[in-house]
């Protein structure tokens, strides 16, 4: 019989509606429930494609007697933390800051008033390695409630303090300058191994916004060191395991499980990381003409148009790690079964000869470098390119074969804020590569988050599944990123209708998002109120909503001259000047707007045809941030950008003018000269208006 997760919008939720744990969505009933019984309420949060969430699922939700006694003694409440990304940091704070750790699955013993008593992740069916089993902590937790609930109660009201205490005071930093970036340089330069092109640690995660950040700091300082570190981190990516070989884009980490030995990754594959890493490995090309930066950035898009793509035009947020491992569909589910191969397998789909040039050059080996003698692609010649004709038909006819393979499920759930990265990462790819079909790609997307996301208010919705609309409010995320996306897909389309939907949403994250000082917050001052309004300005594996924002807001106003959006920015971007020099791997974003807003941002005017010689150009420039506008004159884009207002042509040559804070160069119909303005380092002072 299924539970109430039965008529959820997420699949997370959905492969839980049958649990025999008579599951809660997260809603004010369920709180209400819990007081009504006298329980303590049980908050599980997940997501689709995480492997432990799917394994304490079959060991624990699935079991009967377990979920007896947890439907006896408990409400339990489970959340999709991709859905609700504003629950998911108001108590991954709370277990971060009481156990030094977090993680998903995350398990929360609270109150029915919502305040945290008690933490975990995952825990096992039987004690294990130190840790006690789930039903231990079921009957421990149930015990402390009946025997100590003054005690209980007392604990969790402290937490909930301490949290509530707990502001950034950001009001006196100010946008970060010229030292506060070098210094930032400077750190990301002590942690990194030109070696391995790494930067430290085991556990290798996906830099995208660290290198979008270097290569806005070369562009605009000529800093080679910038540049070098950007090339070797886009380098290590591409030819390791984390980016698929065969199939394109990246999985969501790689890891060292044994010293000295091989990373391997862990299998899912995130729409976020494909999004950015797209868009960074097109930038890298821009400014260097990488071939392999041009390869891993088409094949990461043709990745996310392939296997993420949805019915309704938009991306589906994930693949998951594990598939069946057998052909014919049956056998246990498996991480990375879809994803690695053996000599055996390599000789059957590629015949000898290039069976052993493709065991060579992936690194496959007889003994395996993953498990049970199964080995991960990654490159293992310095020259990865080399016999490229031959290395691509290896490619193409591997694929064919994994695709008769058994796929990894997908979570179709449409996210706003990463359909906002797909946008723009599409529509840039697209233009720069000539592309005109991802630019399509980006288009449908966008035109989906307007029609089901925003609907007829302008106020975004986080989700939508199948079409239809999700019940819960969009985040700061959703609005920065989105807003994001729209206004790369008006640059490269010249379509103003997109400059104006991002002003509509950029002007709700003035309204209802906004605090003192520049302050952001992660839920509008009308959303539903949790323990704590949660604010985290750090990047991780996706923009904060917070320098998303200053990002979009920044580029909004170099389009408009609106004060008050430029103003915004700038005051966002103090939490730059303060983590900035600290910990630049977790501000990466918002150092990359920083760079923007030190070049000023360029605003760059092409009248004349959109996609012709000149709009192009503008859109390969390197200028930190530039924004773009395009048109004929006199069209609708005229009326539309206002950088296009009275500019004429010059001659009647399409003509370019490039800007900063609506101070002009003397424009110019050569597109020599314009790449030259929008290339590294600033165009002069000898300036003047126009």
């Known amino acids: 019989m299924a539970n109430r997760l039965a008529h959820a919008t997420s699949p997370y939720l959905l492969q839980h509606a049958d649990n025999p744990v008579d599951w809660w969505p997260w809603e004010p009933a369920a709180f209400e429930e819990a007081r009504r019984r006298g329980v303590p309420v049980f908050l599980s ?17 699935e079991d009967e007697e377990t979920a007896a006694f947890m439907n006896a003694h408990f409400v339990s409440v489970k959340v999709d933390r991709e859905e609700r990304p504003d629950v998911d940091a108001v108590y991954m704070e709370a277990l971060q800051a009481a156990t030094g750790q977090g993680g998903w699955p995350m398990s929360v013993f609270m109150t029915s008033e919502g305040r945290p008593f008690y933490f975990g992740t995952y825990f096992p069916p039987e ?25 209980v109660v007392e604990v969790a009201g402290r937490i909930a303090r301490d949290l509530a205490g707990r502001r950034l005071d950001l009001a006196q930093a100010g946008p970060p300058g010229e030292a506060e970036l070098a210094r930032a340089l400077l750190e990301l330069t002590r942690a990194y191994d030109p070696a391995s092109g790494w930067f430290g640690g085991d556990t290798k995660f996906p830099p995208g916004m660290v290198v979008e950040f270097l290569l806005r700091h070369h562009a605009r300082t000529e800093s080679q060191g910038a540049l070098d570190m950007a090339e070797g981190l886009c380098r290590a990516m591409a030819r390791s395991s984390l980016f698929d070989q065969v199939g394109g884009g990246f999985h969501r980490y790689v890891l060292r499980q044994r010293p000295g030995g091989p990373l391997v990754p862990h299998f899912e594959k995130m729409l976020y990381d494909n999004a950015l890493l797209c868009r ?56 990375g079964a879809y994803y690695v191969w053996t000599p055996e397998q390599l000789r059957e789909v590629l015949g000898e000869p290039d069976a052993a040039f493709a065991a060579a050059y992936f690194d496959v080996t007889e003994e395996g470098t993953f498990e049970e003698g199964a080995s991960v692609l990654r490159v293992a010649d310095a020259e990865p390119d080399a016999d490229g004709d031959r290395i691509a038909d290896v490619r193409a006819r591997l694929l064919a074969a994994r695709e008769e393979r058994p796929c990894p499920g997908r979570d179709d759930k449409v996210v706003a804020a ?26 449908e997307a966008a035109d989906l988050l307007v029609r089901v996301h925003m609907g007829d208010t302008a106020r975004l919705a986080r989700t939508s599944k199948d079409g239809r609309v999700g019940g819960y409010a969009g985040v700061l995320e959703d609005y920065g990123d989105v807003a994001e996306g729209f206004l790369a897909l008006a640059s ?38 949790l323990i704590r309004r949660p604010q985290d300005p750090t990047d991780n594996a996706a923009p904060a909503g917070w320098t998303a924002a200053a990002g979009a807001l920044l580029s909004y106003a170099a389009h408009t001259g609106s004060e008050a959006h430029r103003a915004a920015a700038e005051g966002a971007l103090g939490v730059v000047t303060t983590l900035g020099p600290r910990v630049p791997r977790f501000i990466g974003w918002g150092l990359a707007v ?76 050569d597109p020599q000269e314009l790449a030259r303005r929008l290339g590294s380092g600033p165009s002069g002072e000898s300036s003047r208006p126009s």
């Open 418 to 443: 990463w359909n906002g990265l797909a946008i723009a990462a599409l529509a840039e790819t697209g233009a720069c590569f000539d592309r005109p079909d991802l630019v399509e790609r980006a288009t």
């Open 594 to 669: 920083a760079e923007a807003l030190l070049d000023g941002p360029r605003e760059v005017a092409v009248v004349g045809p959109v996609g012709g010689e000149l709009h192009r150009t503008a859109l390969l420039g390197r200028a930190p941030g530039a924004v773009v506008a395009a048109g004929e004159p006199g069209g609708a884009g005229a009326a539309e950008f206002p950088l296009l207002a009275d500019r004429p042509m010059v001659g009647g040559a399409p003509t370019a003018y490039v800007c900063r804070h609506f101070v002009c160069d003397v424009p110019t119909t």
């Open 280 to 335: 960074v490995y097109t930038h890298l090309w821009r400014a260097t003409g990488s071939e392999e930066a041009r390869r891993v950035a088409l094949e990461t898009a043709d990745f996310m148009v392939r296997e993420l793509r949805t019915a309704e035009g938009g991306f589906a947020s994930a693949l998951d790690a594990d598939s069946v491992e057998n052909a014919d569909g049956a056998g246990r589910h498996v991480e």
């Open 127 to 151: 004690p294990r390695h130190g840790m006690p089993s789930f039903n231990q902590v079921l009957e421990g937790v149930r015990a402390a409630w009946a025997e100590r609930p003054d005690e």
């Open 492 to 529: 490269v389309t010249g379509e103003g209708v997109w400059l104006e939907f991002a002003g509509f949403l950029l002007d709700l994250v003035l309204q209802h998002f906004t605090g003192e000082g520049g302050q952001l917050y992660d839920t509008a001052d009308d959303a539903e109120q």
């Open 45 to 61: 949060v997940g997501y689709s494609s995480c492997h432990w969430c799917h394994v304490l699922a079959h060991e624990s939700f």
